[in-house]
């Protein structure tokens, strides 16, 4: 049983390849990077490679003390296991743990690249010991050439990458001629050791490329990281009291009819506030009317006489007609001339 057991565990070589075709599969797919099918094939590939680093390190397969040369075509290849695990860890698109994933990232690139350059896998500087030795040199370059540093650093920077870029492109063209024959089987020992020698050389290119990215990105997300603590942290604003309802008046006429702001709303109806008006005798039907009581009855009075032919009455209504005659409309009204 033991021994069924222990056969189908996966092989070290398995889970690397296996690990290694998710990362390439993920690249080059068609899917969108934040699709469910995607991450869950990112997770797997993740667990294959962080297993098979667990049996590296069981396996005590590298030592600080040996040379590269002292390590066989067959394990030279687990040195990329970190390089891999960095890439397939920036492939998670969960932008709530981004910090947590860039942080990983880079501590895996940063591990691969000391290996390899203890190792002596290419010449290169590792992150920071490239800015240490260019602020030695920069003092003497900048007096000699009178340049300011920062267009000195920048202009080294610059170059540095387009070597690193020629490199890289030309590494990936002796990578493709030779790894037809080692996928196969059919290439020869010293040609399986060239050919994962190359592959370091090349991840080593893109690994300084990810962290140069990855410390761009950083101080953006640890600020975002920031403001939404001092968010959570922020009390909450006091709730405030419902609007009372409101209407705009075109003039000062308005405004005393409807109140400014409406500060009041109906509190009876119409019947009750007519009940009220009759209580108080201040209707129309209860003696309010637009001309005064004593004026009428004297008009009424009057137009009897004239039937009556009264001679007071008469004599009045005379003379009235006779200075009528005598007088013209508007007589004495002086306002309006000039």
Known sequence: MAAESESELPKLSELLEKGWQILEEVEVGSQPAGAKEVQDKVKRGLGMLEEATRMVSQLQLFSSNEDLDEISSTD?????????????????????????HLEAARLYFLDFLKRCHDYKVSSFNLPGQEDAAREDDEPVQNTRAGVPPNLTAMAIQRQAKIQRYKQKKELENKLTNLKASVK???????????????????????????VESIDQE?????????????????PPRPTRPPMKPFILTRDALQAKVFGAGYPSLATMTVDDWY????????????????????EEQEAVERERKEEQDDPDTVQKARNWDDWKDTHPRGYGNRKNMG
């Open 218 to 234: 950083l101080p953006m997300v640890k600020a975002r990281a920031m403001m939404k603590g001092a968010e959570v942290a922020r």
């Open 184 to 210: 196969s089987g059919t290439a020869e020992e010293e040609q399986v050791r060239e050919y994962y020698l190359l592959q370091l050389q090349h991840w080593v290119c893109i690994t300084l490329e990810e």
């Open 76 to 100: 030279i290849r687990y040195l990329l296991l970190p390089a891999l695990l960095g890439a397939l860890t920036l492939k998670q698109v969960d932008l709530s743990h981004r910090l947590q």
């Open 275 to 294: 009940e009220q008006h009759c209580s108080k005798g201040v209707l129309p039907d209860q003696g309010v009317t637009s001309k005064p009581i004593d």
